[in-house]
């Protein structure tokens, strides 16, 4: 006699997550791909980061925990899961930033900091670096053309530099091209702002960058207050005043 047996296959399913809710602040934008559903026993493809995007990170594949701590898989992986499996993508911060006034935006989430997609100010970049900061690292902004302020902000400055923990920060101009910043904005009081402020625990070096426009009571240009700044090839403070 001949004995048949029945076996039942069970389905499961890959879901994705963009991650936008846990760790460092940053706006996930984009879709996420599609769930893969599949048998026990079958393989799949692990998928593509496809359209999404966080601003000031790069995507570094998935992981079956949001805060990074699970499993980590690779795009393009060829797997097999033995029950439901959530995947989170995985998000690195940044160290190199591109600032651009004429092709940049800080409103558009699209605008991630990247050279294909610049900030339009260096605050903005300044923003996600003292987030990022753990005193170890540094980090670089690379400027193109002529970087005009939208706004001077705190200590009356169109670049801000006070770090909490100890910071080396590279400005230079992108490509090796001299850039400017320029104080040209006017504060609350009609009066310009300087351009830049290096306070304390921050090491600032300048390469192929001009800072220009400004003006203050102190250092029109830039004041010092307990940080270092290292001026290098190409780099100049010109055309500021200070009573």
Known sequence: SETTETYSL???????????????????????????????????????????????????????????????????????????????????????????????????LSHDGSESKPFKTIGRALHFINQFNNGTQSFIIHVSGNCVAEAIDDNNSVVNIVPDKTLTLIIQGKDRNTATINATTLNSNGAMGRVMYVGGKANVILQNITLTGGSADYGGGVYIDGGTLTMETGSSIENNTAS
Do not use: C
Not at 94 to 102: E, G, I, L, P, R
């Open 10 to 108: 069970n389905k499961y399913t890959v879901t994705y997550d963009g991650n936008s809710k846990y760790g460092i602040e940053s706006t996930v934008s984009g879709d996420v791909p599609q769930k893969q559903e599949f048998y026990s026993g079958a393989s799949i493809i692990i998928a593509e980061q496809g359209t999404l995007k966080r601003v000031a990170h790069t995507f570094g594949g998935w992981n079956t925990k949001n805060d990074g701590s699970g499993e980590s898989y690779n795009a393009g992986d060829s797997l097999r899961f033995t029950g439901d499996t959530p995947l989170y993508a995985k998000w690195v911060p940044m160290t190199d930033f591109y600032v651009s006034s004429s092709t940049g935006s800080d409103q558009d």
